[in-house]
């Protein structure tokens, strides 16, 4: 429907309901709503962040054990006594890790090593994993 200028109102005319535009109330009741959809969405958004950094991070936990276990694979047995008590860090310096794993060597009968590996996390000291290796002398 065309309206006259100036408005039906200037014409003495009045609008139906149906053509009126929407109330004070209703945009403050859209915008409300959309804040909270908004909101939602953005502290999905956030939760999401933090999954994917969480995950990078076992990811990187699980590389360094995984690179740690094959250097232990690779060192001789005698080599490992030596080890006993070492810290190493997945960074290249203490402050630049996340993770560190404390070694335990010790011989637990004759030519057979027990090697434990404690993976903390750096941040707050957390026992982030816990694995035994048997070694015997070859």
Known sequence: ???PPGGLEAQ???????ERGSTFMEIVIAVAILSFALTVIAGAFGTNLKAVDRAKN???AAHFVEETL??????SYS?????NGNVLYNGSTAEDSLYRID??????TVD???IKLLLR????GSIVSRFVLKRSKR
């Open 79 to 83: 080599d490992l006594k030596a080890l």
């Open 121 to 124: 996390n750096v941040r707050d």
């Open 70 to 75: 094959d250097s232990l694979a690779e060192t």
């Open 1 to 3: 429907m065309v309206h």
């Open 12 to 18: 003495g005319l009045r609008c139906r309901d149906s």
């Open 112 to 114: 057979l090593l027990t």
């Open 58 to 60: 076992t990811n990187r």
């Open 103 to 108: 070694l335990s060597v010790t011989e637990s």
